[in-house]
């Protein structure tokens, strides 16, 4: 399994475009583990709403403490045997992690 990890603080203009180029991944094997650093914009329910059309979505709201802890607190939460960081204004090519995992 894989876990992707992305943190986001205030990027809900680009967070659903983030989780759907995870959840258009040929690879199926994964989580995405949303830690929300204290957001104060619409992130939660965009978030939320994704969650309802895919389990495999998680979402962990904190404090603002920045985010290197954000990171860390999707390692501590994290099953899978790979990690991969994601960017909350970043996506991936649908074959990203059937690549990585075929090497």
């Not at 990027?11 to 199926?28: D, G, H, L, R």
């Not at 914009?41 to 962990?60: P, Q, S």
């Not at 403490?65 to 991936?92: C, M, P, Q």
Request: aromatic residues 8%; hydrophobic residues 40%.
């Amino acid at each position: 399994m894989v876990s992707v990890i992305i943190p986001t603080y205030n990027s809900a203009v680009y967070i659903q475009e983030s989780i759907k180029s995870v959840t258009a991944q040929t690879y199926f094997d994964w989580e995405c583990i949303i830690i929300d650093d204290g957001s104060m914009d619409e992130t939660d329910v965009l978030v939320k709403g994704e969650m309802k059309a895919d389990k495999r979505i998680k979402y962990i709201p904190q404090e603002n403490k920045g985010v290197s802890v954000a990171r860390n607190n999707g390692i501590h939460e994290a099953s899978g045997e790979y990690l991969l960081f994601l960017d909350a204004d970043d996506t991936l090519n649908p074959l990203a992690l059937e690549k990585m995992t075929s090497i």
